[in-house]
């Protein structure tokens, strides 16, 4: 009997989060992780700003109560505008907020910081290079969905199109290869045509552009929020995620190979478990998990399940993982791992 014939110690075949270097995010060791049936992934990092809905008017069948906090924020918001925008032209700008409305929640990803740019060029009333940008992200986006995930059909009959070239400018071509692929959510293709319907009439030459520019980029702005908030969002029914999870968002095991979720999601998800904690530590928040909880598997169903109805003294805390250590240990030890 050689070395490599003796049986290895259970403990030393069963791997677990605690073995692996970057733990829950170590997205390319999950596979064979022991407990993988217990876990979903769960993205953590996203962007959004509902500020422009403080500053509407209070119903008058609110109670004073109510009224009164919701006239305090509205003023605290209209400061912090001052502060960015200036006062002088301060009632356009609470104007333009409001219309604006709200930026939908998404994914952090490379459309994030240009989309705030857009939507702050429209509040301060440079309404032109508002429509431009909002047109222009509109076509980075449908590129990148194009590029990142190209080489992932490279048996659909549009690959040998798409796998040499660096951009495209035909939305129409590109929303249908997108579609072809599925990779749009319902309703995307539709937003990204009527956006470039506003891109070709805004960035050619015509003149009635002078006439509409405000409208026009609002529209375009409110499109692209649009677009990002159902294919990058998190509560707008995307069908990758499980239903049924009050304040928080998981994908399902059947989707974890799709190349669009693969792609933009689970590198911005945890690996965890129902039991999973957050925590807001020094770059943002992270998660605290049970090393190990166990073997079986969990439908997304019973999962949803034992996340809407898990006891809170279960849930791992940074109060739990001082108390205990970082040794890894099983769910229903109550040893988390981190």
């Known amino acids: 009997m050689t070395v490599q014939d003796v049986p290895k110690p259970a403990w030393i075949m069963r791997k677990t989060i605690a073995h692996l270097t970057r733990g829950v995010y170590d997205h390319g060791s999950h596979a064979d992780l022991a407990d993988r049936g217990f876990r979903r992934y769960h993205p953590f990092s996203f962007d959004f700003d509902s500020a422009p809905l403080s500053l509407a008017e209070p119903e008058d069948h ?9 006239r305090e924020n509205r003023a605290q918001e209209i400061k912090r505008l001052e502060q960015r925008y200036g006062s002088a032209h301060i009632e356009a700008v609470i104007r333009n907020v409001s219309d604006l409305g709200p930026k939908s929640m998404s994914l952090l990803a490379y459309h994030n910081q240009f989309h705030e740019q857009a939507r702050r060029s429209f509040v301060a009333g440079l309404y032109y290079p508002a429509l431009v940008a909002a047109c222009a992200l509109g076509e980075r986006i449908l590129n990148h969905l194009v590029l990142d995930l190209r080489d992932s059909f490279k048996s659909s009959e549009h690959h040998r199109k798409v796998y040499r070239k660096d951009s495209f400018d035909n939305w129409t071509f590109a929303v249908r290869v997108l579609t072809d692929w599925k990779v749009l959510v319902d309703g995307v293709g539709p937003e990204f045509l009527l956006l470039g319907e506003l891109r070709n009439r805004s960035i050619h030459f015509d003149p009635d552009t002078y006439h509409s520019l405000r409208e026009d980029a609002l529209a375009a702005l409110q499109r692209l929020n ?24 998981f994908v399902k095991r059947a989707y974890e190979t799709t190349p669009f979720v693969r792609a933009y999601v689970i590198p911005r998800s945890g690996f965890i478990g129902p039991l999973y904690g957050m925590d807001l530590g020094q770059g943002g928040w992270h998660h605290l998990d049970y090393a190990d909880y166990g073997d079986g598997e ?6 949803a399940a034992r996340y809407r109805e898990r006891d809170p003294a279960k849930v791992v805390s940074r109060d739990m993982i001082e108390r205990y250590g970082k040794d890894a240990g099983k769910a229903e030890d109550r040893n988390p791992g981190t």
């Open 226 to 249: 649009a677009i990002i908030a159902k294919q990058f969002g998190y509560f707008g029914l995307q069908p990758w995620f499980i239903q049924n999870t009050p304040g928080a968002q």
């Open 62 to 70: 609110w109670e004073d109560g109510v009224k009164q906090n919701h």
């Open 298 to 303: 969990l439908s997304d169903d019973e999962f």
